[in-house]
């Protein structure tokens, strides 16, 4: 059994709660099989591989499986406290991303994301590999994959190519003190030899092709460095002498130290060489051929006949159904208009495909894995390939004299495929439960089945018997090609495949993929959204443990059962399967977790009175699961909910926000016990994004500021010196800031400015100028939120007769005046035309007016333009006087924003 863990940031939770359920099957279902009969044979990893966050859980999969069992001193490995639980539930939003771009979560080297909880994570798991609690002769091949952010210049021949993405194997042992250690020994892979592996260099004072705790945790943080969120990471690394490297690029990167080469040491026939790298996700975010060649190109792996099972966590796999729009398009109906097939050109359908090759690039590894010789030659995928070929052209053909292992006669299609399970059957068993139709007797008579007993089982089965599988599927080989030559059936490739598959039982390499039944919070905010509160976290978690339970039910039962003719034995297999794993787990002793697998049984099963162990009765509700579970089913009809309504970047997101609160849900404590990221966000679903907007453009800005310092530092000449970008970063967060702005409930001046920073509620909000009398204006303005779109605010004005604009002959002629108004905002919806509203003024002029009373009252409508950045103001200084004293106003908005910003 291989694992290959894909990335997927936040959904690290639901992997962890799959992952570790996983294995926690695969130890504790080895042996005896209470439930049909038989034995498992002893499970035994044969790889684990990563990519991004899948990298952490491979790392956790292979301390979990060398552990001892807990009851024997190893370590905890329970439902409630386990490592995958322990690591990934206590990664969260707050520490994340903190609220200041200083904050002590922050270290140097942190990007926008602070790793904080990642390293508290790494020095528990150091404490935990260094405890003498593993397996004696515990050894398990691991591998993540990196991106190096400069790519790798080399030559093939005489072509020049470029490579980004590469792998790093490595393996977790057990020391003679019963530790845990990690190494790689090159010699014990000696096929493999490709460019893209990258070996960890041993420090001179350890054991050769030994690694140290710090490498260990660097290869994970570099594997996980998603761009602009995590930091890239600086590796030194071992590469082979004789690739012809084109190293000038190298060269020409000065922020690149000298290795200390006398501390560092690669195997012979290496060189010691360092570069940055970052998310491995990105190349390969699905790293099936990394967990392939790690468990088939070790010199010991061939001598077990028994083929591999790759089970791939994929967390984006749905098994639910994502309803569709009722409202269709005009393109969809049945009649569209001509235009819709004609080809336009705009700028976003252009750079489609540049888009759409960033997703692609992810998975091409995945296709060129998939599509190879590797994966084309598995026997009993070949037997389904042919029935399906019978089943077209001759579907009443028999074929027992190929097959004589049945009770009862069987179309030969149906023969073949129930063949094939029982192959796929015979790899897993030391003894197999023999179930109708098949038959006890036939399979003996045909040297395949020995030593058989009768079972201990209520379920329908005839006999457990020891499979001789090499015997088996030689057979089974020969009668797929016996049953093509009879029945005609002309496809020189298929034939040329089995012939192929018969000569390596390794043929019959397999991929399990999971599949997700519900939706997860680690969906939400472009996979973020699950470290927003430690209960998201939580859910997922236990979603995760419930699609293991159903995986592994589904799988062991329909290799015995047909879900079709065997309808009611499928299903009580299918139930007992999952009672089973449900109490290997520890669900019954896991409040929380057995209410959520309770929902999430009865919204998948509820109707097919499947589980029913689960819901029948209902556990105790337990309100913050039950709303998160509601929230995320609202969520997902939210395309369905009023078609018409505006959809609005991340609508599914405030749909779900709005749900968690009107249903009262408590975000989580932060450690400090501060309010929590979450609660901002829900206290104004509408306006939700803002806190968040409002975090990252702090931490992006500062960040430029210290890559300038950093410049500065590195280069004494101007000229030669490269440059950050605070200026345009600045921009680029005001801008943002003004769109998402959130009013809060008083504010001295409504600017985009940090509260912290004194000189907001300084350096006047407003700078205006009268198009009537050219006066220059200048306000201040603090405001109060009546409500979400009512806003009342005290306008405070300075200003100063005839401006810029005209002579000083015309200015002396008026006074320099101060106002102070009662102004009422209404927002609108809009972008554009923001708001409107009213304001009543009481103007007063410094120096007592030739004409007039110094001691006047006016008002003025307004409208908001733009985010409110520009304001439109018509009205009069003197409502007894309108003709002489009206006024057309323009200013602009949020000068201390701008000022900040644009300043850093």
Not at 616 to 625: G, K, L, R, V, Y
Not at 689 to 695: A, D, G, Q
Request: include cysteine.
């Amino acid at each position: 059994m291989a694992l290959a863990i894909s990335g997927g940031a936040s959904k690290g939770a639901y992997e962890a709660g799959f992952n570790w359920g996983a294995l926690k099957i695969l130890r504790d279902f080895s042996g005896k099989d209470p439930v049909l009969g038989g034995e498992f044979r002893p499970f035994e990893a044969a790889s684990f591989s990563g990519a991004s966050a899948g990298g952490i859980n491979s790392l956790l999969s292979g301390i979990t499986w060398c552990s001892r069992a807990e009851t024997d001193g190893g370590l905890a490995n329970n439902i409630n406290n386990n490592l995958f639980r322990d690591v990934w539930l206590n990664i969260d939003a707050n520490r994340l991303l903190p609220s200041t771009a200083t904050s002590e979560y922050y270290q140097p080297d942190d990007a926008l994301f602070s790793r904080n909880d990642l390293r508290v994570a790494s020095s528990l798991l150091r404490e935990k590999w260094r405890t003498p609690a593993f397996r004696e002769g515990c050894q398990v091949p691991l591998g993540v994959t990196v991106t190096r952010v400069k790519p790798e210049v080399l030559f093939i021949g005489d072509v020049k190519v470029q490579n980004q993405r590469f792998y790093i194997p490595f393996e977790i042992y057990v020391k003679q003190d019963r530790t845990a250690g990690f190494r790689f020994v090159p010699t014990d892979y000696p096929a493999l030899s490709d460019a893209s592996k990258l070996i960890l260099p041993t420090q001179t004072d350890l054991e050769p092709n030994t690694f140290n705790d710090q490498q260990i945790e660097s290869i994970s943080f570099a594997s996980s460095a998603f761009p602009l969120a995590f930091s890239r990471q600086r590796l030194a690394y071992c590469r082979f002498l004789d690739k012809k490297i084109d190293e000038s690029k190298d060269k020409k990167d000065v922020s690149l130290p000298n290795i200390n080469k006398e501390a560092l040491q690669c195997p012979l026939g290496y060189e010691l060489v360092e570069a940055e790298f970052a998310d491995g996700g990105l190349f390969d975010n699905l790293p099936i051929g990394l967990a392939r060649i790690l468990a088939e190109k070790r010199r010991d792996s061939t001598i077990n006949p028994i083929p591999i099972t790759y089970l791939y966590i994929d967390p984006d796999r749905l098994r639910y159904d994502v309803p569709e729009s009722k409202k269709k398009r005009d393109c969809d109906k049945s009649n569209p208009p001509a235009a819709c097939q004609q080809m336009e050109y705009s700028f976003l359908s252009e750079s489609g495909l540049l888009v759409g090759a960033l997703g692609t690039a992810r998975k091409y590894e995945l296709f060129r894995e998939l599509t190879s010789d590797y994966w084309t030659n598995n026997l009993s995928e070949l037997g389904y390939l042919l029935a399906d070929k019978l089943n077209e052209s001759k579907p009443d053909y028999t074929c027992d004299k190929h097959l004589p292992y049945f009770d009862k006669k069987l179309k030969c299609a149906e023969a073949i495929r129930r063949a094939g399970r029982f192959l796929e059957l015979a790899y897993d068993r030391i003894k197999a439960p023999i179930i109708s139709p098949f038959s006890v007797a036939r399979l003996s008579q045909e040297n395949i089945a020995s030593n058989c007993d009768k079972p201990d089982t209520m379920l329908l089965v005839s006999g457990e018997c020891k499979i001789d599988f090499i015997r088996y599927r030689n057979k089974y080989a020969d009668a797929l090609s016996g049953i093509m030559h009879e029945a005609k059936i002309a496809d020189t490739e298929l034939f040329r495949r089995i012939h192929n598959s018969r000569l390596s039982s390794h043929s019959d390499r397999i991929i399990r993929v999971s599949s997700v039944g519900s939706p997860i919070t680690g969906n939400l905010l472009g996979d973020f959204g699950g470290f927003l509160d430690y209960k998201f976290r939580e859910y997922d978690y236990y979603a995760g443990i419930y699609d293991v339970v159903v995986a592994t039910s589904n799988l062991i039962c329909t290799n015995h059962f047909s879900p079709i003719d065997q309808g009611k034995a499928y299903f009580d297999c299918f139930n007992a399967v999952g009672e089973r794993a449900y109490m290997t787990l520890g669900l019954n002793d896991a409040k929380r977790g057995r209410y959520v697998f309770a929902l999430l049984t009865q919204q998948e099963h509820g109707e097919s009175n499947v589980f029913t162990f689960a819901y029948q009765p209902m556990p105790d509700e337990d309100s913050d699961m039950r709303i998160i579970h509601e929230g995320l089913a609202k969520s997902l009809e939210a395309g369905l909910i009023d078609p018409d309504k505006e959809k609005t970047a991340f609508f599914i997101e405030k749909v779900f926000f709005e749900y968690l609160k009107q249903q009262g849900f408590e975000p989580t404590l932060t450690k400090g016990k501060e309010q929590p990221l979450l609660t901002q966000i829900m206290d104004d679903p509408d306006t939700w994004s803002y806190e968040l907007i409002s975090r990252i453009s702090n931490r992006l800005v500062y960040l430029e500021q210290q890559a300038e310092n950093i410049f500065i530092a590195r280069e004494s000449d101007p000229d030669n010196r490269d440059h950050a970008y605070p200026g345009i970063m600045g921009a680029g967060s005001y801008v943002l800031r003004t769109v998402n702005y959130k009013y809060p409930s008083f504010t001295f001046a409504p600017s985009t400015a940090p509260k912290a920073w004194i000189w907001r509620n300084i350096i006047p909000y407003e700078f205006g100028f009268d198009l009537a009398e050219g006066d220059l204006l200048v306000s201040w303005q603090p405001t109060w939120s009546l409500s979400k779109k009512n806003k009342l605010g005290i306008r405070g004005t300075l200003g100063f007769a005839g401006g810029l604009l005209n002579s000083a002959e015309v200015a002396a002629k008026r006074e320099n005046y101060a106002s102070l108004g009662l102004d009422y905002t209404r927002l609108t919806r809009s972008g554009f035309i923001s708001s409107w509203g009213l304001t009543p003024y009481w103007f007063h002029t410094f120096d007592e007016p030739e004409i007039g009373e110094q001691d006047t009252f006016g008002t003025d409508i307004h409208v908001g333009i733009l985010e409110n950045r520009l304001r439109i103001g018509l009205g009069a200084r003197d409502l007894d006087d309108m003709g002489n004293t009206w006024f057309l106003t323009i200013g602009v908005t949020d000068i201390p924003g701008m000022v900040y910003w644009l300043t850093r």
